[in-house]
């Protein structure tokens, strides 16, 4: 494994972190978020407890993710002339949905997110 | 394969993003393997028409 480098930043600014998201200052080995979401936006203002909207009833759940193959194995040699990587200032809204901010190296991420949008009309 | 690859230097000023969603990745910083998925359906393909019971008047 080739050696990291350090990250240093001055400020970061962050807004929001929601669903399966991580934000980071550190090493990591290994990161694997999931999330999965359905957004419903409805006409007319009638909410109860439970749409009848639910993961399962979706192919978008159940279809096999694409994965790449594993990479052809290759030798690699990194020469870092500088051990640190500078950012002054970062300024994010959000992360979300299994995303990932991380300031630090980080050797492996699998992640993987399901979003389904619908809308539901009334009946004229 | 061989390959050698130098990292002379690495310096930024100010970033400005909006939102990382989906299984996205903003890092600074060093890393091996990403290996990302995400599916996404939105309207007019996921359009649901007349599931819903109106309100009564």
């Known amino acids: 494994m ?3 480098r350090t990250a240093l930043t001055e400020k970061i600014s962050l807004n929001g972190l929601t669903y399966s998201a991580v934000f980071n200052i550190g090493d990591t080995k290994m990161s694997n978020p999931q999330s999965r979401g359905i957004a ?3 006409e007319g203002a009638s909410f109860q407890g439970d749409d009848g909207v639910f993961f399962d009833k979706y192919e978008l759940f159940h279809q ?3 994965w790449p193959k594993p990479a052809v194995s290759m030798h690699k040699n990194t020469c870092h002339h500088n051990d640190t990587i500078r950012v002054n200032r970062v300024d994010m809204t959000g992360v979300s949905q299994a995303g990932v901010f991380q300031v630090g190296s980080i050797d492996q991420v699998f992640s993987e997110a399901r979003i389904k949008h619908m809308r539901k ?3 004229d | 394969m061989n390959m050698e690859v130098h990292n002379w230097g690495l310096e930024v000023d100010n970033v ?3 939102t990382v969603t989906a299984s996205s990745v903003f890092l600074i910083g ?3 393997a990403f290996v990302l998925s995400s ?3 939105t309207p007019p393909e996921a359009t649901a028409i007349g599931t819903i019971v109106p309100l009564s008047g």
């Open chain 2, 39 to 41: 599916f996404y359906d």
């Open chain 1, 121 to 123: 009309y009334l009946n």
């Open chain 2, 16 to 18: 400005a993003v909006g």
């Open chain 1, 64 to 66: 096999k993710a694409n």
């Open chain 2, 30 to 32: 060093d890393n091996d």
């Open chain 1, 2 to 4: 080739v050696k990291k």
């Open chain 1, 40 to 42: 419903v936006q409805k």
